[in-house]
């Protein structure tokens, strides 16, 4: 049983395949887990669930409210801190990161609930974050699990992350048709060169990285 309060993102299929993925890790009793913009909380609760100690971080309070909620109704304490990415545990480390943050390229100013999916014009104002300053938060050998479309240029975060000394890989991919969002602001990324004039699919890929 779980709930989701009006406005928050709700579990899709790049929610499933990062679940996929952190199921593939060994998340254990103790083990320091950061969510970052958890949304209803599906993966903090999931690493709960194994033992982790979690802390969600979202710029949402519904967000946050339906992640604390959704880890009581499994018996699991989730902490929770509103704020954006890393802001609220700055100068803490973590054994792993998950995050499934906005990656859809916006030409408008991000409003509610917007906010949850737009990313700026290229789609990489969270991403860029995200590969800048994981490799200071994780602990040696420490896991960064994000996931993110094609569309938002999975190459330059591979490499974003390589250069910051993380051990990076694609470790899952998932093809589909656009959903609502891109498919009503497909003519705005063709004119963008986002996207090839016709594409209306998209990969959601699993973006791995290790801290050795």
């Not at 958890?38 to 979202?58: W, Y």
């Not at 339906?66 to 989730?78: D, P, Q, S």
């Amino acid at each position: 049983m779980s709930i989701r309060l009006p406005g928050v993102y709700s579990v899709r299929t790049d929610t499933e395949i990062l679940l996929a993925s952190l199921a593939r890790e060994r998340v254990s009793a103790g083990s320091q887990v950061l969510d970052v913009g958890t949304g209803t909380g599906a993966l903090a609760v999931a690493a709960a669930v194994r033992g982790g100690v979690v802390t969600a971080v979202d710029v949402s309070r519904r967000a946050l409210a339906t992640a604390f909620v959704n880890g009581a109704l499994r018996g699991r304490r989730i902490r929770v801190r509103y704020g954006d990415v890393f802001a609220p545990v700055h100068g803490r480390r973590f054994d792993f990161i998950v995050s499934n943050p906005p990656y859809i390229p916006s030409h408008s100013t991000m409003d509610n609930p917007s906010r949850a999916w737009d990313a700026g014009p290229s789609g990489r104002e969270i991403l860029d974050q995200l590969c800048a300053q994981s490799r200071q938060m994780l602990r040696p050998g420490g896991v960064l699990l994000m996931v993110q479309s094609s569309v938002a240029d999975v190459a330059k975060t591979c490499g974003m992350l390589s250069s910051s000394g993380l051990r990076t890989e694609v470790t899952a991919r998932s093809r589909g048709r656009f959903g609502p969002v891109m498919r009503a602001r497909a003519a705005w990324l063709e004119e963008h060169g986002l996207i090839r004039a016709g594409a209306r699919e998209e990969d959601l890929v699993v973006v791995r990285g290790v801290r050795e």
